[in-house]
T-cell receptor, first 111, second 116 residues
Framework: GDSVTQMEGPVTLSEEAFLTINCTYTATGYPSLFWYVQYPGEGLQLLLKATKADDKGSNKGFEATYRKETTSFHLEKGSVQVSDSAVYFCALSGGYQKVTFGTGTKLQVIP | DTEVTQTPKHLVMGMTNKKSLKCEQHMGHRAMYWYKQKAKKPPELMFVYSYEKLSINESVPSRFSPECPNSSLLNLHLHALQPEDSALYLC???????????????FGDGTRLSIL
């Protein structure tokens, strides 16, 4: 079945540091890939998405590229802020009404 | 502000109580979902409604009973819950079925449920 593997957290960075959160997946066919973010006390929000190989999703300074050859969708940001502190979930959907989530990576940004 | 509204935000109930969680969206989405999320874990799918009909039940115990009265509303009726059912319950909606043509899900902020 489908699966998503994310790097374990927590990830602690200083403000303005470079961020990478690794995500790899296993799926049949051509899934759509997503990054969701969950701030404390809130639900999940879509951060970015990509629907086919080599697509780059981007939003609020975050980027991720759909790499079919390495089955990866790593999340990056050039300069993190304290307000980026949250839990980040990588997810995929093969179109069968279900979304498979990774375990989540907690990011803590310190001033 | 979230476009999926869930009420109540917090709920404390005893194991013999009956209560309901409510979810509402006005984005014209035709697929709606219930998830359960335990602390420090990803959401776990419980139910999927497509065009107001139940299309997926992930072997959820019968003490959880979903209902979709119309295309904007989704309820989750609770009865005789156990302490291990304490969790954050998230509702989500999507324009089409999740993942189809890259359709993202829109989540509410959840109901935090505590079972005494």
């Amino acid at each position: 079945g489908d699966s998503v593997t994310q790097m374990e957290g927590p990830v602690t960075l200083s403000e303005e540091a470079f961020l990478t959160i690794n995500c790899t997946y296993t799926a049949t066919g051509y899934p759509s890939l997503f990054w969701y973010v969950q701030y404390p006390g809130e639900g999940l929000q879509l951060l970015l998405k990509a629907t086919k190989a080599d697509d780059k999703g981007s939003n609020k300074g975050f980027e991720a590229t759909y790499r079919k050859e390495t089955t990866s969708f790593h999340l990056e940001k050039g300069s993190v802020q304290v307000s980026d502190s949250a839990v980040y979930f990588c997810a995929l959907s093969g179109g069968y009404q279900k979304v498979t989530f990774g375990t989540g990576t907690k990011l803590q940004v310190i001033p | 502000d979230t476009e999926v509204t869930q009420t109540p935000k917090h709920l404390v109930m005893g194991m013999t109580n009956k209560k309901s969680l409510k979810c509402e969206q006005h984005m014209g989405h035709r697929a709606m979902y219930w998830y359960k999320q335990k602390a420090k874990k990803p959401p776990e799918l419980m139910f999927v409604y497509s065009y107001e009909k139940l299309s997926i039940n992930e072997s959820v115990p019968s003490r959880f009973s979903p209902e979709c009265p119309n295309s904007s509303l989704l309820n989750l009726h609770l009865h005789a819950l156990q302490p291990e059912d304490s969790a954050l319950y998230l509702c989500a909606s999507s324009q089409g079925l999740a993942g189809g043509l890259g359709q993202p899900q829109h989540f509410g902020d959840g109901t935090r449920l505590s079972i005494l």
